[in-house]
């Protein structure tokens, strides 16, 4: 038969008759047929290892069984690399240890969007944050939240950016930048004031879709400006009051404001 490949060798492991009772020996096979491939996983779509020729001798280690219920073995190549050749060339292979494969799985991919209660970081206080990660690592955020100084409300914050995960490990650091737009009212005045941002942490996303990171954020000013109501302007005769605005009264220009807040982000993927 043109497509199989001949059982020729079982092989002679050099150990204690204890041990020989514990391991599964591999088997040898000699490739008959052309154009057989070695992959780097038990999968056609994964790379192509390298090419076999005819006359080569393999050694099979063990088989694997797919997801999908095909059967793969598994070639030992160094004793740091193997490589998968497939199942229909392996003809009978006795009683060689078979294992069960199941391909990786990084669910950053599998649940690009998420929803988090995020604070305090950029936003200065508790807020909401939506995220998407078309890239698995590399994705976008967008957060609204409250501004809290001495433990009360003073104003709301936005905040939008890109968010980078250094590992597709369920357990990730990760890095975040981008800008925030923070807004204080207080009577006839509003101060409004826009910083660059810098997050950076660590995350633990679980299989179920929910995930809870912890970090720092560092955030700088690059512009501060202070509103005021018209009619109130036009009847001051000129003098013109700024409000109170607690721990952020006396920005005197653009990078006035520098601050590290705590970063917790607690949220569910979908």
Known sequence: ?????????????????????????????????????????????????????????????????????????????????????????????????QEVWKPEK???????????????????????????????????????GSVLDGGQMKGSSVAYGLICMLSMANFSPFVETGSSSLTFNDTHSTLRISTFYVNAGVEWILHSGYFFGLGVSYNKSYDVQVGYDYSYAKTSSGSLTVGNYGSFNGLDGPASLQQINPLVILGYSF
């Open 106 to 144: 990084v669910l950053r991919s599998e649940l690009p969007i998420s929803f988090a209660l995020k604070g305090s970081s950029e936003l200065f206080g508790p807020g909401l944050e939506l995220r998407y990660l078309p890239f698995a690592r590399l994705g976008l955020t967008v957060g609204v």
């Open 1 to 97: 038969m043109q497509k199989r490949i001949l059982l020729i060798l079982v092989s002679f492991i050099f150990c204690t008759p204890s041990v020989w009772a514990e391991e599964t020996s591999p088997i040898f096979i000699t490739v008959t047929v052309k154009n057989v491939l070695l992959y780097d996983l038990p999968m056609t779509t994964s790379p192509v290892t390298r090419r076999v020729f005819v006359g080569e001798v393999l050694k099979i280690v063990s088989t694997v069984k797919t997801e999908q219920g095909e059967i793969w073995g598994k070639v030992f190549i160094s004793p740091t690399q193997v490589a998968y050749l497939q199942g229909i060339y392996l003809g009978s292979s006795g009683t060689i240890q």
